[in-house]
């Protein structure tokens, strides 16, 4: 290995790895990359909050304003359902927040203004039941469910921007405006109404939906027939501007199979249906009637539009509606797609509002082939789950192998499976050894840049492939297709990498030592690349990947999608030291007290195959 070359380059090396040198560098591969969108004096955030944020001082390039300023940038404005508190959250809340997440963080890459607004739905019988049972008042209970949400996102890394509580003083307000100006258009009137009432779904069924006994189908619980003098919405009367509006415009419900099941529905005859309660206390009041509250549903949506209002902000319904609706994305459970995909738009109609642009109903989760419930005793815990694996191993898991829009299901051994396979193995085992060989060869520091590395080389062009592929699935929202895409790249960056076998090529000097050191750097720019692309699923994971390819995590946040662009690992760069990114999930057996094994999750660091261990000794 002392051979000429070797020596030549090993001293070349030592001299770009000064501090000094390697800092200039640095700083001008750091603006020559952002120059379009990168400012110095970028208000740094955690990348597991709210994003990038950028300041509107003048910049020297004459273009940062145009690229960079949000008041120019195209608004995408996305929301999850309004969580009711009568419990804490489940997986199912966490599945769909998870995947928001990762859409408004694929929306931010590409430059847009994203408003992603969660909340929580507190209002209702339901709630006042609860309460009760817990020996609380309805306030205390809300504040302590409320509050259970934003520690398990904050836990999950969601970065929302919005948080909407129906019990904020600004969401009441906006409220008793809508009802007045659905009022003032002649749909609400008040007559009485006599049905069966489940309780939990907070809704009036018909009888020909039922189940035996008059059974609930979704909570497999008794329906009360209640009798009751109510204010109603006019909802047949939108039938025919419902049916064209599903019509016209076919992506308005996403998937295409639920938007059959919405036609259906519509078809079939839509009657008015109540949108106030007499027996329920814990509510907004109606307006000019105090003896009844607004029905929960009739509340609860209108939070989609009552969050885009700031909080000094004069609580109406046009500085709202200026702040950035109508919302690109209604994200759902298809439990709830009646409410949205029906009875809102029909309300926003009535009012002289804008209709979201798209209502996107996902599946169901079930835990090893069975419906999750406490009865059966195996509801799935996302605070327990993140606390054992890790925020990026279940994010990973629940984007990746269910198909959004359909059902999925969770098993223990699948997702260690899953996880290792694809984050500790496929991932993070390339950047280990990856670096690994870097730091004993070249001191850590590129000898090359990657865009002269990989001239001719066929890994570039799958890589530019797989990334456009990746776009487009996210775009889509094909998060697993997404996922798949990119995983595609770390399988491609292994192939390479066992190929070309650069622990031998090292050994033997010369020439065959230039080449090892460019296919390090190949090797390393594709993982550059993953870390942007995977980013919106595995926030904390991409972050670790490219600090220890030589950024900082200021560098991180301000990174675009247009940075997967093949190229910008750049010669002199030094690489941090090599650590393993994503430590193996593995399964210890115990004994316990009684003689019973049991198991029990443990990470363990990556290990080196055994044939990259031996070249290295």
Known sequence: MASR????????????????????????????RNQKYFCKKLIPTSSFSKGVRYC??????????????????????????????????????????????????????????????????????????????????????????????????????IAYDKFIRTTDSKHEALVKEFYSKVLANGDIYRADYEGLYCVNCEEYKDEKELLENNCCPMHLKPCVRRKEDNYFFALSKYQKRLEDTLTEIPDFVQPSFRLNEVQGWVKSGLRDFSISRASVDWGIAVPNDDKQTIYVWFDALLGYISALLDDKEQPNLESAISSGWPASLHLIGKDILRFHAVYWPAMLMSAGLSLPKMVFGHGFLTKDGLKMGKSLGNTLEPTDLVHRFGSDAVRYFFLKEVEFGSDGDYSEDRFINIINAHLA?????????????????????????????????????????????????????????????????????????????PW?????????????AKDLVIALEALRIIAIALYPITPRLCL???????????????????????????????????????????????????????????KKTNKMPKTQKAVEA
């Open 5 to 32: 070359v070797h020596h030549s380059m090993q001293n070349s090396l030592w001299f770009l790895s000064s501090s000094r040198f390697y800092s200039t560098i640095q700083s001008q591969r750091v603006h020559s």
């Open 56 to 157: 509107s001082c003048n910049a020297t390039t004459s273009n940062i304003d145009a690229n960079v300023s949000h008041s120019n940038a195209e608004a995408f404005v996305l929301t999850t359902p309004l969580y009711y508190v009568n419990a804490p959250p489940h997986m199912g809340s966490a599945y769909t927040t998870i995947a928001a997440d990762a859409i408004a963080r694929f929306q931010r890459l590409l430059m847009k203004k994203v408003i992603l607004i969660t909340g929580t739905d507190e209002h209702g019988e339901k709630i006042a039941s609860a309460a009760a049972a817990n020996g609380s008042s309805p306030r205390e209970h809300c504040d302590s469910i409320s509050q259970a949400y934003k520690l398990l996102w904050r836990d999950l890394d």
């Open 425 to 501: 193995n496929t991932i993070g085992n390339l950047l280990n050894r990856t670096l690994g060989l870097l730091k004993k060869n070249c001191q850590s520091t590129l000898a090359i840049d990657s865009a002269i590395a990989a001239e001719g080389n066929a890994l570039k062009d799958t890589v530019e492939k797989l990334v456009e592929k990746a776009r487009q699935h996210y775009e889509n929202l094909e998060l697993s297709a997404a996922c798949e895409a990119v995983l595609e790249i770390g399988n491609a960056g292994n192939v390479f990498i066992d190929g070309q076998a």
């Open 504 to 516: 031998s090529l090292f050994k033997k000097g010369g020439s065959a030592f230039e080449t090892a």
């Open 544 to 602: 670790k990947i490219y600090t220890q390819l030589g950024y900082s995590e200021d560098q991180f946040n301000a990174v675009t999608w247009n940075d997967t662009k093949w190229g910008g690992l750049k010669r002199g760069q030094v690489m941090a030291q090599p650590n393993p990114v994503f430590c193996r999930i593995e399964l210890e057996t115990e004994a316990n007290n009684a003689g019973v094994s049991t198991k029990k999750a443990s």
